[in-house]
């Protein structure tokens, strides 16, 4: 199974800071998504980038995959309260049956 | 709107217990997920099931099997629980298409006492 890593798996930030967060594998995306999980939910999908170099907004987040397809970050402009919570990134293996597998996450608290 | 209905919120059992976690889901999806959630580690994958009575191993098999007799079930068996399967367990569902949308239930967080 792909092993997805997160960075950082903590960070607490004031109202209106900006932050990266960042996934990486050693070996190449097919796919990945970025997921955001608050406090007694499941994981909700933000997004999924397929092509390498691909970026993509959702309103204050920008997501990004890198060249290779090894990598992805979520950069949040102006960060708010309603940010806070557990930001997962995934993948799928096509030779698995679409197994998703899961980062380590991080854990993101903005305070006003 | 679409749904992934896990059967308990919150479980206490006793070490040794036969334990059966249910999730249900109405989209009709083929692909159904267990994975277990702990502090630090993300989500870990147990066990998947891409069609009726079809599953495969995830990363942390080990303790658990699964049933899935019906497309819409997909059970969770803890044949004998211990105290180090305490977690928070979440299923999801998706389409079997590559690069599709998970969803998730609720949760259900076991304590093994």
């Known amino acids: 199974t792909q092993l997805l890593e997160q960075s950082p798996q903590f960070l607490s930030i004031q109202e209106g800071e900006n932050l990266t967060v960042y996934c990486n594998s050693s070996s190449v995306f097919s796919s990945l998504q970025w997921y955001r999980q608050e406090p007694g939910e499941g994981p909700v999908l933000l997004v999924t980038?397929?092509?390498?170099?691909e970026v993509k907004k959702l309103k204050r987040l920008t997501f990004q995959f890198g060249d290779a397809r090894k990598d992805s970050s979520l950069h949040i402009t102006a960060a708010q309260p309603g940010d806070t919570g557990l930001y997962l990134c995934?993948?799928?293996?096509?030779?698995?049956?679409?197994?998703?597998?899961f980062g380590g996450g991080t854990r993101l608290m903005v305070k006003p | 709107d679409v749904k992934v209905t896990q059967s308990s919120r919150y479980l206490v059992k006793r070490t040794g217990e036969k334990v059966f976690l249910e999730c249900v889901q109405d989209?009709?999806?083929?692909?159904m997920f267990w994975y277990r959630q702990d502090p630090g580690l993300g989500l870990r994958l147990i066990y998947f099931?891409?069609?009726?009575?079809?599953?495969e191993k995830g990363d942390i098999p080990e303790g658990y099997s699964v049933s899935r007799e019906k497309k819409e079930r997909f059970s969770l068996i803890l044949e004998s629980a211990s105290t180090n399967q305490t977690s928070m367990y979440l299923c999801?569902?998706?389409?079997?298409?590559?690069?599709?949308?998970?969803?998730f239930g609720q949760g259900t967080r076991l304590t093994v006492v």
């Open positions: 999801a569902s998706s389409l079997s298409n590559m690069n599709t949308e998970a969803f």
């Open positions: 989209m009709d999806h083929e692909n």
């Open positions: 995934a993948s799928s293996e096509r030779n698995a049956g679409n197994m998703l597998t």
């Open positions: 099931s891409y069609d009726v009575k079809m599953k």
């Open positions: 980038v397929v092509t390498g170099g």
